[in-house]
């Protein structure tokens, strides 16, 4: 079984810094791409950053709302994924959920896997 175990979040105030990250455990042939999303109470999950693992290194994407703000990274020796969070605001309060998408085996594919989330609450 393939577990996300999240950590890191807390409570900062606007304009602070947090770095989230996720380990990834069990059994499995790659995860990739993996990522952060995130829930603010009474909305949607929404992506916040992914990274994949590619021949050419690693390719990143982040929504709109966090460019030049959150840095996503991966280190595939620990199997850890990390986003380092700067110029926080009261608007990235939300739980963060790790995602990564797991191929258990060498076969074509792949499962959705989520940790249990971590709170980030960023005060005004």
């Known amino acids: 079984q393939v577990q996300l175990v999240e950590s890191g979040g807390g409570l900062v105030q606007a304009g602070g810094s947090l770095r989230l990250s996720c380990a990834a455990s069990?059994?499995?042939?790659?995860?990739?791409?993996m990522g952060w999303y995130r829930q603010a109470p009474g909305q949607q999950r929404e992506l916040v950053a992914t990274?994949?693992?590619?021949?050419?290194?690693?390719?990143?994407n982040y929504a709109d709302s966090v460019k030049g703000r959150f840095t996503i990274s991966r280190d595939n020796v620990k199997n850890m994924v990390y986003l380092q969070m700067n110029s926080l605001k009261p608007e990235d309060t939300a739980v963060y959920y790790c995602?990564?998408?797991?191929?258990?085996?060498?076969?074509?594919?792949?499962?959705?896997?989520w940790g249990q989330g971590t709170q980030v609450t960023v005060s005004s």
């Open positions: 990274v994949t693992s590619g021949g050419s290194g690693d390719s990143t």
């Open positions: 995602h990564g998408n797991v191929q258990r085996d060498g076969r074509q594919r792949w499962y959705s896997y």
């Open positions: 069990g059994q499995f042939f790659s995860i990739n791409p």
